[in-house]
């Protein structure tokens, strides 16, 4: 059931928002003990919160947008009174006294909160493998990951234990979770959608974003969510369009651009590569132009972004001291023992790394060696897109080079890791909107997915290609039977 119908099914009383979160409530406890994509339930809240739903329509009051919407949140979105631990030892503790804007901006539009998901700690990783609270299964073959750092998200939404949820990405982090699990996944232009009471990794890069199993159930969260918000700085003041109203215009005489440095990488398998390319010819049968397009610094995105993103993360993480809140070091004999043991501590291995990289390269000697070129090269990047966009509406390009990777496949190479996250890195850097959805299958009937990468602010364009090819398609109808998790 899309978020529409299930509108309208609540509107005329065929079923009652407390039934649907019953449901809900009850494929979790049946399933999520095999996947793990929650670390905190609120089972409670949300059968009070669908008992108002079901009082407001029982009274003859208009329904607002999303009433009854069943969701889940990554839990780096702070939620008044609901621990948000960022999947951290640092602040397994952490109930934050306020409510992030995107989340607020839910529960007004009606939407009922199921839990808190799982996700890489501070959203660093591509596996949900670095979570300090275990390992979030790939809910079509449970041997493999959810990807990251939104596993949790993904897999929830993947799997029928919610029917929307919110992630963040930094480098592709709801994008390629998105492709993993073969749901919807939507990272916003930089700026369009508030960044208040999301527990920072990289603020020049993060971004909240949607899941949804359809274009259109996307479309619908990303409405409810975008706009200005005067608490974020860097949230841009641009009247938001309806995306819903965009997405049945039909495709024909588009322009999409296929990068052809994304089709040439040495890592990307030749499943995928068919898949997407089959994909690119259906947009072509629907009236689309295809062109291809050069992005000469494409590849530098990788190396740029953990030079930056890193920089960042030293920065932001700083703060977890053991002197204001989050973990403290129980045992210590000074103050900078105090804040050493704390960190040492509570931080996991992969946090260590990055911000070991990260102080590195913003230190006295590398500040311009490396830091400083890396910003250059960004600029580069977002320039390449702007040249592009003169002569394309949307690009198109594979989500990820691989499926889904065994569980512990990258434990010893970390730089095999990142560079999962080689195709979506891109879009981050320049603070474009791209969107990932499925596009076919493996011969191991894992999800493929296809990323559509827009100008900024166009939101609406890629998600009017993506639902054309969605509806047209119909690739959820050529699902491998016997694959998933019952």
Same mark, same amino acid.
């Given at each position: 059931m899309s978020i529409a119908q299930l509108r309208?099914?609540?509107?005329i009383g065929d079923i009652s928002s407390l039934e649907i979160v019953e449901d809900y409530i009850n494929r979790i406890d049946q399933v999520d003990k095999h996947l793990h994509s929650y670390l905190n339930l609120t089972f409670e809240r949300a059968r009070s919160d669908a008992k108002k739903i079901d009082n407001l329509r029982l009274e003859g009051k208009k329904l607002p947008p999303l009433a009854g919407v069943p969701i889940a949140i990554k839990d780096n979105l702070c939620t008044k009174n609901i621990t948000t631990t960022c999947s951290s030892k640092m602040l397994q503790n952490f109930v !934050? !006294? &306020?409510?992030s804007t995107v989340t607020h901006r839910l529960w007004?539009?009606?939407?009922?909160?199921?839990?808190?998901?799982?996700?890489?700690?501070?959203?660093?990783?591509?596996?949900?493998?670095?979570?300090?609270?275990?390992?979030?299964?790939? !809910?079509?073959?449970?041997?493999r990951v959810p990807g990251g750092s939104s596993g949790g998200s993904a897999a929830a939404v993947s799997s029928g234990l919610c029917m929307a949820a919110l992630g963040s990405d930094t480098g592709g982090s709801i994008r390629q979770p998105a492709s993993f699990c073969g749901v919807v996944g939507l990272k916003p232009t930089y700026g369009r959608v508030s960044r208040w009471g999301l527990i920072a990794f990289a603020s020049s890069l993060d971004q909240v974003g949607p899941f949804g199993n359809s274009v259109s159930d996307v479309a619908e969260i990303l409405q409810v969510i975008s706009g200005n918000d005067p608490l974020d700085s860097t949230c841009l003041n641009n009247p938001v369009p309806n995306y819903s109203e965009q997405l049945s215009k039909p495709i024909a005489g588009m322009r999409i651009g296929l990068i052809s440095q994304c089709f040439n990488q040495p890592g990307l398998s030749d499943e995928v590569k068919h898949s997407v390319m089959q994909a690119a010819d259906h947009l072509a049968s629907l009236g689309a132009e295809l062109i291809d397009i050069e992005c000469p610094c494409f590849n530098d995105g990788i190396a740029t &972004?953990?030079?930056?993103? !890193?920089?960042?993360?030293?920065?932001?993480?700083?703060?977890y001291d053991g002197v204001k809140y989050g973990y403290r070091s129980g045992e210590?004999?000074?103050?900078?023992?105090?804040?050493? %043991?704390? %960190?040492?501590?509570?931080?996991?291995?992969e946090v260590k790394r990055r911000i070991l990289i990260g102080t590195y390269a913003l230190s006295a000697g590398y500040v311009d060696a490396y830091y400083k070129k890396a910003q250059k090269v960004r600029t580069l990047i977002r320039r390449d897109f702007d040249n592009a966009f003169k002569s394309v509406d949307v690009l198109l390009t594979p989500t990820s080079p691989t499926t889904a990777f065994?569980?512990?496949?990258?434990?010893?190479?970390?730089?095999?890791?990142?560079?999962?996250?080689?195709?979506?890195?891109?879009?981050?850097?320049?603070?474009?909107?791209?969107?990932s959805l499925p596009c076919g299958f493996d011969s191991s009937g894992l999800p493929i997915g296809l990323q559509l990468i827009g100008n900024v602010l166009e939101e609406s364009a890629i998600l009017q290609v993506a639902h054309q090819y969605e509806q047209s398609a119909e690739v959820s109808k050529k699902r491998p039977k016997g694959q998933f998790i019952q």
């Open positions: 309208k099914s609540l509107e !934050p !006294p &306020y409510e007004k539009a009606g939407a009922i909160l199921l839990g808190k998901t799982n996700l890489d700690e501070f959203a660093m990783g591509s596996s949900t493998e670095t979570s300090a609270f275990g390992t979030t299964f790939n !809910p079509w073959d449970i041997s &972004y953990y030079v930056i993103a !890193p920089s960042e993360a030293s920065a932001n993480l700083a703060r210590y004999s000074s103050l900078s023992d105090m804040m050493s %043991r704390s %960190r040492s501590e509570a931080f996991g291995k065994k569980l512990g496949a990258h434990d010893n190479d970390p730089l095999a890791m990142y560079l999962s996250d080689l195709l979506t890195i891109p879009a981050n850097l320049a603070g474009l909107p791209a969107i």
